[in-house]
C-alpha cells in the first residue's frame, strides 16, 4: 500500500515542480514593475488605490520595450528597465520636474524590488558646456556669462529613459543656465547621449 501512495504521489510532485518553474520563468512586464514601485516613487497626483484612475494617466504602456509613461501633469513622470546579464533587471523612474530630472533606481530579481538609492544612472559623467551647446553660434558676450554660469553649476539637466534602445539622452535647461528664454538659439543646443553597453554607461 506505501508503495502505490509514493507512486501516486510523484506524478503530482513533478507537476507541482513544473509549475512552480513555469512560474518563475514567467515574464514581468513593465505594468508589473510600475505595481510594485513604492508610493512616494509615483507622482503626487497618482492614487493607487484607484487602479482604473492610475491606469487612464498611463499613456504609453510599451510591453515590447519596457518602457511606460504617465500624463496627468505639466510635468512629465517615465520609468523603463534594461535587462542584466544575471536575469534582474535595473528599473528606473524619471520625475521631469522645474529643478531637472529626478531619478530612483530599482533592481528587480526574485520577485522583489529593491531600491537602490546608491546607483548613478548615467555613470558618474563630467560635462562641459560644449556637450549641450555648439559654442561656435554664441555671441562672445553670451559664451563668457554661460561659461560662467556652467563653470558655477548654475543649471539644471534633464534626461529622457529610452523607449527603443538602451541609451540615455541629457539635455540642457537653458533657462536654468542664464535665467533666459532663447538666449541660446534653438539650432545650438545639443543632447548627450550615454550608451549602455557591457552594463557599462559610455557617454559618446
Known amino acids: 500500500m506505501q508503495r502505490k501512495i509514493v507512486i501516486f504521489l510523484l506524478p503530482i510532485m513533478a507537476f507541482i515542480v513544473m509549475a512552480q518553474q513555469c512560474t518563475s520563468r514567467q515574464e514581468v512586464n513593465i505594468e508589473t514593475l510600475f505595481w510594485m514601485l ?18 487612464a494617466l498611463m499613456l504609453v504602456r510599451d510591453h515590447e520595450n519596457g518602457y511606460l509613461e504617465l500624463g496627468g501633469a505639466q510635468s512629465m513622470w517615465e520609468m523603463c528597465y534594461w ?31 529593491k531600491e537602490e538609492s546608491g546607483y548613478k544612472l548615467g555613470g558618474e559623467q563630467t560635462f562641459e558646456l560644449e556637450d549641450f551647446v555648439d559654442v561656435s553660434q554664441l555671441e562672445p558676450d553670451l559664451l563668457i556669462r554661460a561659461k560662467e554660469a556652467f563653470d558655477r553649476g548654475n543649471y539644471h539637466l534633464y534626461y529622457g529613459l529610452p523607449r527603443e ?10 533657462y536654468s543656465l542664464l535665467e533666459e528664454y532663447d538666449a541660446i538659439p534653438y539650432e545650438a543646443q545639443k543632447q548627450v547621449v550615454i550608451k ?9
Open 38 to 55: 513604492p508610493s512616494d516613487a509615483l507622482p503626487v497626483y497618482v492614487d493607487v488605490a484607484d487602479r482604473e484612475a492610475t491606469e
Open 165 to 174: 534602445g538602451t541609451s540615455l539622452k541629457v539635455w540642457l535647461d537653458e
Open 83 to 113: 535587462n542584466l546579464e544575471d536575469g534582474r533587471k535595473l528599473v528606473a523612474v524619471n520625475s521631469l520636474t522645474e529643478q531637472g530630472s529626478v531619478i530612483r533606481t530599482f533592481i528587480y530579481g526574485k520577485g522583489k524590488l
Open 196 to 204: 549602455w553597453e557591457d552594463e557599462k554607461w559610455i557617454k559618446q
